[in-house]
C-alpha cells in the first residue's frame, strides 16, 4: 500500500479496495465504536479521518495511472469534492 | 532514442524511454503529449477546477442553508422552550404550570401522574439561575404544521448545571411540550 501512497500504483486500486472496501471497513468500526462510548468515537473517528485523507492523497497521485486520462480527472475531482465536504462538515459542527 | 524535454516537454513516453519515472500511457498520455511531474497532463490542474469549481459552491451554498435552517429550528425552539421553563420553575414545578404547555398526549401522562417522577427531580435541583438554550436538537417533521421535537436544553440551577431532555410536539404550526425531564447522564 505505499506504493498507493507514492503513486506508483494504478488508481483503481486505492480508489475501489482503499475507499470502497477501506470505507466499508471504516464505517463498521465506527459504527462499533458509537456503541462503545464517547472516547472510542472521538478515537474511531480520528482513525477514518487519517485513513480518508491518506487515501486521497494517494488517489491524488494515483489519478493518471490510468489508460483513460477521464478517470484521471473523475479520480481529482473525487478528491476535491471529498475535502471539501470534510470542511463544510467541520464548519457546521463548528456552529453548532 | 534519447529524452529531450525541450521537445517533447515531460512526454510519458520519452521519459520512460529515459528511464525516468512514468506513468502508463493512455489516449491523454501517449507519445508527444506533455505531462508534469506527477504524470498528470499539463492541463489538469485546470480540467480539474473547472470541474470541482461549480460543484464545490453547490456544496457550500447547501451547508450555508443547512447550518442557516438549524440556526432558525434551534432559535424556535429557544423562544418557546425559555418562558416555558422559567414558568414552571417559578411555580415550582406544579403540574398545573407544565400543564399549560402540555400537548394533549403529556396532559394525560401529568393527569395520571405518570411524569410525576421526572417533575420531582426537576424540584429538587431549586430556582433556575441561567438558561443557557437549546444544546442539541432532532426534530422530525410531520408534514401540515405538526412533527415532534426532542431538544437538549443546558440549565444552571441553585444545585448546578444540569441538562435537561425536553420532549416536543408541534400541533397546527403551534409547539407544544411533550416531555420534560433531566438528560440521562
Known amino acids: 500500500m505505499s506504493s498507493w501512497f507514492r503513486g506508483e500504483a494504478m488508481l483503481w486500486k486505492p480508489y475501489w479496495i482503499g475507499g470502497m472496501i477501506g470505507g466499508f471497513i471504516s464505517q463498521v468500526l465506527v459504527g462499533l465504536a458509537s456503541l462503545a462510548g464517547s472516547s472510542a468515537m472521538i478515537a474511531a473517528g480520528s482513525t477514518v479521518f487519517i485513513y480518508g485523507m491518506w487515501l486521497q492523497v494517494s488517489i491524488w497521485r494515483c489519478a493518471f495511472n490510468v489508460n483513460n486520462v477521464v478517470w484521471g480527472y473523475l479520480g481529482r475531482v473525487s478528491v476535491v469534492l471529498y475535502v471539501s465536504a470534510w470542511v463544510m462538515l467541520l464548519i457546521t459542527l463548528s456552529v453548532f | ?185
Open chain 2, 1 to 185: 532514442m534519447s529524452y529531450d524535454a525541450s521537445v517533447h516537454s515531460g512526454c510519458v513516453v520519452c521519459r520512460r524511454e529515459a528511464g525516468q519515472p512514468s506513468v502508463m500511457p493512455g489516449p491523454g498520455t501517449g507519445h508527444g503529449k506533455p505531462v508534469g511531474a506527477s504524470g498528470a497532463p499539463a492541463n489538469a490542474g485546470i480540467v480539474v477546477a473547472a470541474i470541482s469549481t461549480p460543484l464545490v459552491l453547490l456544496m457550500a451554498l447547501a451547508t450555508y442553508f443547512t447550518i442557516t435552517l438549524l440556526l432558525d429550528v434551534r432559535e424556535e425552539l429557544d423562544v418557546f422552550i425559555e418562558p416555558v421553563l422559567m414558568e414552571a420553575a417559578a411555580n415550582g414545578w406544579s403540574d398545573e404550570a407544565v400543564a399549560r404547555h402540555a400537548s394533549p398526549g403529556y396532559l394525560l401522562e401529568l393527569e395520571s401522574s405518570a411524569a410525576a417522577g421526572p417533575l420531582d427531580e426537576l424540584r429538587n435541583l431549586g430556582p433556575i439561575q441561567r438558561y443557557d438554550g437549546v444544546e442539541t436538537f432532532n426534530v422530525q417533521s410531520g408534514g401540515g404544521g405538526g412533527g415532534t421535537a426532542m431538544a437538549s436544553v443546558e440549565v444552571a440551577f441553585g444545585s448546578g448545571e444540569r441538562t435537561l431532555s425536553v420532549g416536543l410536539e408541534r400541533i397546527e404550526s403551534r409547539w407544544y411540550l411533550g416531555s420534560l425531564g433531566l438528560a440521562s447522564p
